[in-house]
C-alpha cells in the first residue's frame, strides 16, 4: 500500500512562467512559450542555475496533437531547451498534465537516479476557435459516453453545482464571490490574463453599452455575463489562455547549490476516479480531491488546518468552492459561505487562489498545474508582492484533471 | 550526472499483451484491448496477481487524441481495469511512448512511494486510413521543419538509409535480409500480426497475379512490393496495428510475493536528440540509442557482448540495421553483414527480434516498448515457446520515438 515517504527529500530551487494570455502569444509557437518560462525559471534560482545542469524533463502539454497538430513534445521541448541528449518526458492527464509530471518528477528525483529535474507544462490553445477548443477539451471527458452525448466541461460542472445547491443549498451568489475575489487578486498579478476587478470590467463594458452597473452581482446578473450552461455563467468559467510554467526540483542535499532558501516539497499525492460523471455516487465532491489531500497531507505530516495559502482548481467557481470542502479547509456544504465571509481573500484565515486562479490568471491547460506551484514558491519564499499571503509557511496546489477522474496534490513548506 | 544506480531494484513479475493486427480489434476501443493486455498480464503471475495490488498506473499513449478522439487515457484506463483511485499517468513520448513508461514505472517503484506498478502501452490506429495514419505519426516529427515539408517516416528512414549505404556501401539487399528474418521468427509468434514467412506470403500473392518467385529476393524485387520511398519499399516497412500490452513491476524485496523467477530489471537508459534530422551531424547513427544504451549497460554493470536476445526498434529495415550497430552489437557499418550472415537469427549468436520484430509482429506505436518487455521477459523464463533463444540470460530492450529524438533502453537479466 501506499508509502508515507519518498527516498530522499526533494525541493524547488526555481520558478518561471510566461504571462497567460488569449492573445500575446498568438505569433508563437508552444515550444517558443515554454522555452520563455523555462528562461525565467533559470534567471530565478539564486545562486545561478545552467539549463545543462538539468538531468531529465518532465513536459505537460495536454493537446499538442489537437492544438499544435505536434506530438513528442518531450523531445521538442529538450531540443528547444539545448539540453540533449538529456531524457524528456511528455505527460498528459488533461487540465492535472503538469501537476501530475510534477509528482513524477518529484518521485524521479526520489529514485536517486537524477538530483536535479525541470518539470513544466505549457498549451497552445488559442490556434483553434472557442467551439474547437471546448470540443478538444471534451476529449478530456469520455469520449463514449459523455462528449458523444453533447456533454462538455461547461455542462458537466454545471450538474456538479446543480447538485451541489440541491444538497447544501449553496447559490449562484456564493460562485459570484469567488469569481469577484480572483479577479482582485488577479489585479496583483503581473502575469495574470485578466488584470482587473470585475468592476473595472463592468465599467468597460457597460460603457459601451450605455449600462451602468452599481456594484459586482448587478454586472454579474446583467445580459452582459449570459448563461454558459445554467446556473453557470460567462464569469463563472475560466478563459481560455496560451501559457509556460516550469519549475526545477532538487535532491534536498544538492539544493543549497542553487538557494538557500529552497522551498520543500513535504508531500504528494495523486488518485484516479471514474471518467464519466454518472459512474460517482456524489456528484457534490471530487472523491480523487479528498484521497490526493490526505495523501499529501500523511505524507507531509500536516493536517488541512495547517495550510497558510492554496492554489486550487478553479476550472469553475464551483471547482474552487468543492474543493475547499474536499481540501477539508471548511466543512462539506459551507465552502460557498467561507467564500461569501471573505475567509479565501487575500487577508482572509485561508486564502485561496492569491495569483487569481484559473479564472483570473487564465488555463492554458496544461501550464495550470505547474504554474500554482510557481505561486506557491513565491508565497512561500515572501516574493509574491502585492498579493503577498502574511507568514505563509506552509503551501498547498490542487490541480484536477477533467470533472476529478485524475487529482494531484503537493503540500509544499518553507 | 546521471547515477549509476537506483535506490532500489525493480524485477518483472508478468507480462501479457493482445495479438497485434490490422483487423482483430476493429470493433473494439483502446480501452477494451489495453484491459485485455492486462488482464493476460495478471494471469501470466506465477503465484496470482489481483489488479488491486496495483499501486499506479503507467500508460504508453501515443496519440488516442487523433485516432479515437480521447485524451486523459491515463484515467481512463485506470476506470476499466477498476483500479480507481490508484494514480494512472498517460506517457507520450512518440513511439517511445510504452519503453518510457516503463523508466518511468522503475523510477516509480525506485522512489520508495509503490512497491507494485502496472505498466502498459496501447495504440488503436486503424481507426483512421493509411493516409490519415501517415499524417498523424508525422506529427512525432517536427510538424513545422519536416512534416509541413512533406517529410513523414517512410522519407526520414529512406533519408537514414541512404546516408548508411553511402557511408558504409550497405545495401538493400541487407535490408531485406531484415524483412525475411522477421517474418521466419513472426511465423512463430500467435501474437505476431503476420505469421508468415515472405515466402508464404509470396506464394499467396503471386497466385492471384498468377506469378511465381523462386526465392524472397525475387519476390521483394518484384512489383508486388512496390517502392514506398527509395530505397525502402513496402517490405522494408513496419505495419499499422491496433494493440496493447502489459507488464507489472514489483520492487525486489517484494517480488517473490508474486513469482520465484522474476526477471530483474538490471539497468534502464534514455536520451533525447534533435527533433529534426536535417539538426544531426551523422545520419547513419542515432546518437540517442548509443547514448541511452550506454547508461543501462553501465547500471547493469555489462557490456553490449554480454546481451544474449534483443528486440529492437525496426519500425523500418535500416532502423534495425543502425540499432545493431549503435547498441554495440556490431561494428559501426557491419549490421547489414551481419544479418546477412544470420549472425541476427534466432539461433545467431546476437539474436534479434525474436518476436518478429516491429516488422511483422506489427507495431500499435504506444504499445510497441512494453510489448518488447513481453517478449523479453518469456524469452529469459524460458517461455517463448519454438522461438526460444537458447540459454538466454541477459535481454535487451530498444524503443525509439520518431527518428530517434527519444530512444529507451532497458536491460533485464534472470
Known amino acids: 500500500m501506499m508509502k508515507m515517504s519518498l527516498s530522499r527529500n526533494v525541493c524547488v530551487v526555481g520558478a518561471g512562467m510566461t504571462r497567460f494570455h488569449h492573445k500575446l502569444h498568438a505569433e508563437k509557437q508552444g515550444r517558443e512559450i515554454f522555452v520563455e518560462a523555462a528562461l525565467e525559471a533559470v534567471a530565478s534560482v539564486d545562486k545561478g542555475f545552467s539549463l545543462r545542469d538539468t538531468e531529465a524533463l518532465y513536459v505537460g502539454y495536454f493537446s499538442s496533437d489537437m492544438f499544435e497538430r505536434q506530438a513528442h513534445t518531450s523531445a521538442l521541448m529538450a531540443d528547444w531547451l539545448g539540453i540533449n541528449p538529456r531524457p524528456a518526458v511528455r505527460v498528459e492527464a488533461a487540465c492535472a498534465s503538469s501537476g501530475v509530471a510534477v509528482n513524477l518528477g518529484a518521485l524521479a528525483v526520489a529514485s536517486g537516479l537524477y538530483d536535479v529535474v525541470l518539470v ?14 471546448t470540443d478538444t477539451l471534451a476529449m478530456a471527458a469520455d469520449t463514449s459516453y459523455e462528449a458523444a452525448m453533447g456533454f462538455t466541461f461547461p455542462g458537466l460542472y454545471a450538474a456538479i453545482a446543480d447538485a451541489h445547491f440541491n444538497r447544501y443549498g449553496s447559490t449562484w451568489e456564493q460562485l459570484a464571490s469567488i469569481a469577484v475575489k480572483n479577479h482582485v487578486n488577479g489585479a496583483l498579478n503581473d502575469k495574470a490574463q485578466y488584470q482587473e476587478t470585475i468592476m473595472e470590467i463592468a465599467g468597460k463594458l457597460g460603457e459601451r453599452k450605455g449600462l451602468k452597473f452599481k456594484d459586482e452581482l448587478e454586472f454579474l446578473r446583467s445580459e452582459l455575463n449570459p448563461v454558459v450552461a445554467a446556473p453557470l ?53 471530487l472523491k480523487a480531491t479528498t484521497l490526493a489531500s490526505r495523501q499529501a497531507y500523511g505524507m507531509a505530516g500536516i493536517k488541512a488546518k495547517d495550510v497558510d495559502v492554496a492554489c486550487v482548481h478553479d476550472c469553475f467557481t464551483i471547482a474552487e468552492i468543492v474543493a475547499s470542502e474536499d481540501l477539508g479547509f471548511f466543512p462539506k456544504g459551507k465552502g460557498g459561505v467561507a467564500a461569501v465571509e471573505g475567509r479565501t481573500g487575500l487577508s482572509g484565515d485561508k486564502p485561496i487562489n492569491p495569483d487569481g486562479g484559473l479564472k483570473a490568471k487564465g488555463h492554458p491547460v496544461g501550464a495550470t498545474g505547474a504554474a500554482m506551484v510557481v505561486e506557491i514558491y513565491k508565497q512561500l519564499r515572501g516574493q509574491a508582492g502585492r498579493r503577498q499571503v502574511k507568514d505563509a509557511e506552509v503551501g498547498l496546489t490542487h490541480n484536477v484533471g477533467a470533472a476529478g477522474a485524475t487529482v494531484a496534490v503537493q503540500v509544499y513548506g518553507r
Open 120 to 133: 513544466g507544462g505549457v498549451e497552445k490553445m488559442r490556434n483553434l476557435d472557442t467551439s474547437q477548443v
Open 233 to 285: 455563467r460567462l464569469f463563472d468559467c475560466c478563459p481560455i489562455s496560451d501559457g509556460a510554467a516550469v519549475v526545477i526540483l532538487a535532491a534536498e542535499e544538492v539544493a543549497n547549490r542553487y538557494t538557500d532558501t529552497p522551498v520543500r516539497l513535504l508531500g504528494i499525492g495523486q488518485a484516479s476516479d471514474s471518467m464519466a460523471l454518472h459512474d460517482r455516487d456524489d456528484l457534490t465532491t
